[in-house]
């Protein structure tokens, strides 16, 4: 194999950053591991461009963003999407990049499995599947015999599942407790630093970008709970569904906790606890200082080992280019295995 | 390969470590990877215990701890030491723990590439020969086609070479800032919290064993500028040597300038600086709160890179399982890619 034909499927901001991302960094990887990278196929909701010979990367989001959607990207626009893209081209790996659906994990699930059947690697950002059918997902990769990656669905840019699975792999994982939903962390820290109501607090982060225009599945501890369903699988091989985690969000916390927690030097935070017992996210008091006193949209988990004791990463946990340079490196994995 | 013979070279507190790690962990590794590992020889600079058959990782412990070397090892304690070690039982993989030397990077330099000279792969926690002649050491490995791996010799147990390599490694590294150092750390916390004198403080780190009865190679900052030299040769890609280090020590901290960082909501940290401009180890003052607050013998790096952010990691930079731990994670990788 000296070249590697992508699909991505989703072309918001996860998915032009992954545009974005092989744009930037063919060369190292073509340099890195002797293969030459092609985006053959984008595809968002209702529209792609699809080309065997390779789509502009930089010219793929330039349209996306003038036009809303994918028509008119020259010559090779069209209104082909959702799985029949995954028919209309030759490829090697789908980097899948729709929006977490946590009703029905459409349309991750169908294009996963679909893609695991036409004998194709995937690598995802998406949450839905993964919180709501891991087992089954992971099998069928196994039966297919490829390659399945979900990095960016837990952290964005923060690694922590190839983390512990390549770099802690001798130890046993005890538990892991972590921030998990970077915009309720923003929200909090606001709330904190200014002193300011809930609600308040929302509606900027709202207006500034960082919560969605409906926030519920940050707030409400949705997001964060499906993210520890998927580390609960992953690292501590525990067989649990997202209905599997005792969830309460942030919407409850007024101005008066986190000043009462502030004079006894505590935060309230909204933390996610993996372990064998346990599968809970909810507000929790943690002290000033301690690893867990990290502010704004920032990530970050503690995994508590066997023989390395405690290790703690954080990292941004979400942004276009960051959630997707996780994506590329779970790609340049999967390329180096080929070599 | 279904089975892997292993030497352990130095046998003081991460040789011992490796042997309890190896204890622990061996029916794990055989689950996971298929393999069985053997101690077939262990050895400290005056005497070893060899067998081909294999040794009791246990046993090799007690007779260690009880009679300070290896000699009366049930039937197969000996005097040999040494190089000669490498010559007197088949094995696999060398484990390399030896005392760190800075000043001619023996007995490691000569131990690794005689190992590497026969076709063996090895794993090391030593700094000496990476810090003085890091090109020599993986030149000399990739010439011998055997695999060498370093991860513990920076931040004991804490992941910072694999995790940058592995888990980053779509990202270019801008640079490196950390705190590499547990004991001057130590020192530096316990006299911000007390109030202490730095001569105090020592003394009582040093009857805690925290602090060695020589303490230099920590306080002077050797050590940190042994673990930027590594770093900023394995991740930058910068040919550097340890004196190209800027260096000064923590001795010359006082109270006071502790006490005035303080009010201002500042700590002093020894803090060790990779980057293509600046190899750096030096008191410098950090934020209180911010990342590299991070107290007692834990060890911290923040991570700056072109695609992913910054991404911080902390976690013990030292102790015996603890450290060992690292390597037993360097070794399941070189299994993994025998496999």
Chains 1, 2 share one sequence.
Not at 137 to 147: G, I, K, L, P
Not at 168 to 187: A, D, E, F, Q, V
Not at 228 to 250: C, F, M, P, Q, R
Request: hydrophobic content about 40%.
């Amino acid at each position: 194999m000296n070249e590697c034909k992508i699909i991505i499927m989703g072309f918001g901001a996860v998915g032009q950053g992954i545009a974005r991302a092989i744009s930037l960094k063919k060369n190292m990887i073509r340099e890195k591991v002797g293969i030459d990278l092609k985006i053959v196929a984008a595809a968002d909701s209702s529209s792609s461009a699809i080309n065997i010979d390779g789509l502009d990367e930089e010219l793929l989001v330039d349209v996306k963003n003038n036009d809303g959607n994918l028509l008119n990207y020259p010559e090779c626009g069209s209104d082909v999407a959702g799985a029949n893209v995954l028919d209309a081209v030759e490829y090697d790996c789908l980097m899948e990049a729709t929006p977490t659906n946590i009703v029905d994990a459409e349309p991750a699930f169908s294009l996963t499995l679909k893609a695991f059947n036409q004998g194709k690697d995937v690598v995802t950002s998406n949450k839905g599947h993964l919180a709501l059918k891991f087992r089954d997902v992971v099998n069928a990769a196994r039966e297919n015999n490829v390659e399945f990656k979900y990095e960016a669905s837990v952290g964005g840019a923060m690694p922590i599942i190839n983390f512990t699975k390549e770099t802690l792999s001798s130890c046993g994982i005890k538990s892991i407790i972590g921030i998990l939903n970077g915009t309720t962390n923003y929200i909090l820290s606001r709330m904190t630093s200014e002193g300011s109501a809930y609600d308040v607090t929302l509606k900027e982060s709202q207006e500034l970008g960082i919560a969605e225009t409906d926030p519920t599945q940050d707030v409400d501890g949705i997001d964060a709970a499906c993210k520890t369903v998927i580390l609960a699988n992953s690292l501590l091989g525990i067989d649990a569904t997202y209905s599997d985690v005792k969830v309460e969000g942030i919407s409850n916390i007024n101005s008066q906790a986190i000043e009462l927690a502030n004079k006894d030097d505590y935060l309230i935070k909204l933390i996610a606890e993996v372990s064998p017992d346990n599968l809970q996210v909810s507000p929790r008091l943690v002290k000033k200082g301690s690893s867990y006193d990290v502010s704004g949209t920032l990530n970050m988990a503690t995994i508590h080992t066997d023989l390395a004791g405690d290790i703690t990463v954080m990292g941004l946990g979400a942004g276009s280019l960051e959630t997707a340079s996780a994506m590329l490196t779970d790609l340049i994995s999967i390329l180096k295995n080929k070599n």
